[in-house]
């Protein structure tokens, strides 16, 4: 018998234990895959039913919506029975500021109607519905406009077609409503949604699986979504049979090997321990030309070059560390801190041969927070794995806390310690901090425009990049240590530059006197909104500013109480704006505020806040000889919004300037609307393009968009604004 056939015989005696665990692999995965494909399915399940009730709530909204913005009250009914003609709706209900009804159209559904915006029904669900405000022009609130479509048989048959799944819909107490399941697993899958956890999938005797959906704000119905499973039946019996026919099998393999393959690999197993613990002069007898012959040959052989190439590996590391000066220097020009830390970590690992390691940087808090890691699964200290920032370790506690607080390194085995420190878990470690250059100096805050600079010292403290259980469970050497300064050094290079990139892209986009963004800035956020409204049918509100009779302020008090005022009207108008708005001095007395997803309406009170803060509160200022007085000042600002006065980025600030100028000829102290463009458009009743149901009766996700862009339109594209001009 040949070696080759001795060694297939080798192998049938020791795959007694891989067949075992084969078998309760296969077991197991084919159970996991079949759950992990119920599961998929029901969350595709879910989400088509969420996007299929939100599409109906918006189609029912839409048509409410059309019918609130007819003003005459017959001609508002006509437009309600038109919605339920074209099948829009199925009914749809006006009701006056009491709550009365004052017309419902003929054949509306049964009672009681669900609205969209409910977070749970009170009670069983006989029709889903969408209510708006009806307001006349003047904005004084006149009831409501109602549109409701059916929940019956035949809307969760069309929601099981969706979705490819069965579909149950619930009342309140926990029972069937509405279902499309079959009558023998009703019982089973009721049973399984009772003891559901939320949305966590929940499996059935049957083998089904199930997952409740709902209710939940924009996705109010109470539904409950299964599918059978699909693991093949007699999986088991056929995994034991294979085990007990292989452990025959390895049992006469057993028998007739035992006298024929003991001294050959008794002395190459001598070998590979030799060369295991390092001795790789270990050379195996060649005793014969057979296959056991050829073996130890190529063992032989094999350390041979192992040796070189641990002598050439040595010699590499060498000329790594040579080459981490010019690495640094790459790195250096690059400002993504996050892709640089991940290089510098991701070199560390492999220049040291570690499993793992983090890079965390001082939050200014006293408290270390992981900005990259890599290898740490089953490390992890917290149970969000998938954000780094969820390592957080105080400084002074822990390995990496000790060497943030003391900047000197550390290595070693890892010793648990008594109270939790929020560090990974691991057998061996090195760590070093890293710092500021010294010489830096202190930084602001960019995300902050006129925010003072932070404290800095000499060296300051930035970091550690900490390393865990090298390859081959042997610690970490000084080499090693050495190195990870090397990298540690160019961390603090890679983050000072970034540092110092940030604040002065902060100082070339901010107005140093007001701390508000520039003119610069505002020529690039006004094509960025402008684009993003655009693009999702949003509305862009813009408020041009000018302080009125400014100069007279700077002939009668000077330039010094004239920077004051601009500096405490700008405070003003971030005090009155949310974050999400941008406010930008444009030069001189005058401003700029961007209003995103905000129509004229809301323009118009933030203007008549804004007014009503400068107009009502004297600026306190130094006047001559430096006795404090209160300089009165008011404001004019003129509004326009994107699409409906303009059609891109320039024409809406010009139409907000115009109607500033308009502001400022009515009077002065208080704001104008800017007009609408010529010609004016013909007024309709706004539809829904999509007004006609598809095949299967659901609405689908965007259908609403066309009559979204109707009544809110998207601009043909954003242009840069220009100069306003002085006034």
Same mark, same amino acid.
């Given at each position: ?6 060694? =297939? ?39 088509? !039913? ?128 509405? =279902? ?36 939940? /704000? ?14 093949? /039946? ?5 995994? %034991? ?18 006298? !024929? ?33 050829? +073996? ?28 981490? =000066?010019?690495?640094?220097? =790459? ?149 090693? +240590?050495?190195? +990870? ?9 890679? !983050?000072?530059?970034?540092? !110092? ?64 005022? +601009? ?63 209160? %300089? ?96």
């Amino acid at each position: 018998m040949t070696l080759r056939g001795r060694l =297939t015989a080798a192998f049938l005696t020791v795959v007694l234990g891989p067949v075992l665990l084969g078998a309760v692999f296969v077991g197991s995965t084919l159970s996991a895959v079949d759950r992990g494909r119920a599961v998929e399915r029901l969350g595709v399940a879910a989400a088509g !039913v969420r996007t299929s009730v939100d599409a109906l709530c918006q189609q029912l909204r839409a048509a409410a919506d059309a019918v609130a913005l007819v003003a005459d009250p017959a001609a508002r009914s006509r437009a309600a029975d038109q919605m339920v003609g074209r099948g829009v709706a199925a009914g749809v209900q006006i009701a006056d500021a009491a709550g009365r009804t004052s017309y419902a159209t003929l054949g509306g559904p049964a009672g009681p109607w669900q609205d969209c915006a409910a977070d749970a029904p009170a009670g069983p669900v006989r029709a889903l519905a969408a209510r708006v405000r009806l307001r006349d022009p003047a904005g004084a609130d006149l009831g409501t406009v109602a549109a409701a479509l059916p929940v019956d048989p035949a809307f969760v048959a069309r929601l099981a077609a969706v979705t490819g799944v069965g579909v149950t819909l619930l009342d309140d107490p926990g029972r069937i409503t509405h =279902t499309t399941e079959k009558r023998e697993v009703r019982a089973a899958v009721l049973a399984a949604a009772r003891e559901a956890d939320g949305e966590r999938v929940t499996g059935t005797a049957d083998g089904r699986y199930v997952r409740r959906v709902g209710p939940s /704000p924009g996705q109010p119905l109470p539904l409950v979504l299964s599918v059978p499973g699909e693991r093949p /039946p007699g999986l088991y019996a056929a995994l %034991v049979g294979a085990v007990v026919l292989a452990a025959l099998l390895a049992v006469l393999a057993a028998w007739r090997l035992a006298r !024929v393959t003991t001294r050959p690999l008794v002395e190459l197993a001598g070998a590979v321990d030799r060369v295991a613990h390092g001795d790789l002069t270990a050379r195996v007898p060649v005793r014969s030309r057979d296959e056991i012959g050829r +073996l130890a040959g190529a063992f032989n052989r094999m350390t041979r070059e192992t040796g070189s190439y641990v002598a050439a590996l040595t010699s590499s590391r060498d000329q790594l560390r040579g080459h981490l =000066t010019v690495l640094g220097d =790459t790195l250096a020009s690059t400002h993504d801190l996050q892709r640089i830390l991940r290089v510098i970590l991701h070199s560390a690992i492999a220049a040291t041969g570690a499993r793992a390691g983090a890079v965390l940087l001082l939050d200014g808090e006293d408290v270390l927070v992981g900005q990259c890691v890599e290898g740490l699964d089953g490390r992890w200290p917290t149970e969000d794995r998938a954000d780094p920032a969820t390592l957080r370790v105080p400084v002074g506690a822990g390995v990496v806390g000790t060497v943030a607080a003391t900047g000197e390194p550390l290595r070693g085995r890892w010793e648990p310690a008594d109270a939790p420190t929020g560090e990974p878990s691991c057998e061996t470690y090195v760590a070093v901090p890293f710092a500021a250059p010294r010489g830096a100096e202190p930084r602001g805050d960019p995300d902050r425009p006129g925010h003072p600079p932070a404290e800095a010292s000499d060296s300051a403290a930035l970091g550690v990049l900490a390393l865990y259980d090298r390859l081959g469970a042997d610690e970490f050497d000084d080499d090693d +240590l050495v190195t +990870l300064r090397t990298f540690a050094g160019h961390a603090a290079v890679a !983050v000072e530059n970034v540092r !110092v990139h940030e604040e002065a892209q902060r100082l070339s986009l901010t107005d140093p006197l007001t701390g508000l963004w520039n003119y610069r800035y505002l020529r690039e956020s006004i094509r960025r909104e402008v684009e993003r409204a655009n693009r999702f049918g949003r509305m862009l509100s813009v408020l041009a500013l000018d302080l009125d009779r400014f100069k007279d302020v700077n002939d009668t008090w000077g330039h010094a109480a004239g920077d004051a005022v +601009l500096v405490e009207f700008a405070r003003r108008v971030r005090g009155e704006i949310r974050e999400v708005d941008l406010a930008f001095r444009q030069g001189g007395e005058e401003f700029v505020v961007l209003l995103p997803e905000t129509d004229a309406r809301g323009a118009t009170i933030v203007a008549e806040r804004l007014g009503a803060v400068v107009r009502d509160h004297p600026v306190p200022v130094d006047g001559h000889a430096g006795e404090p007085i209160r %300089v009165r000042v008011t404001v004019s600002i003129g509004i326009a919004v994107y699409p409906d006065h303009a059609a891109g980025g320039q024409q809406v600030l010009d139409a907000a300037d115009d109607a500033l100028y308009a502001a400022k000829a009515a009077g002065r102290d208080g704001y104008r609307l800017a007009q609408a463009p010529d010609p004016v458009p013909t007024q309709e009743i706004p539809v829904v393009v999509t007004t006609v149901s598809p095949p299967d009766g659901l609405p689908r996700a965007g259908a609403g968009d066309a009559a979204t862009v109707a009544q809110g339109g998207a601009s043909s594209g954003p242009h840069p604004p220009r100069q306003s001009r002085g006034r």
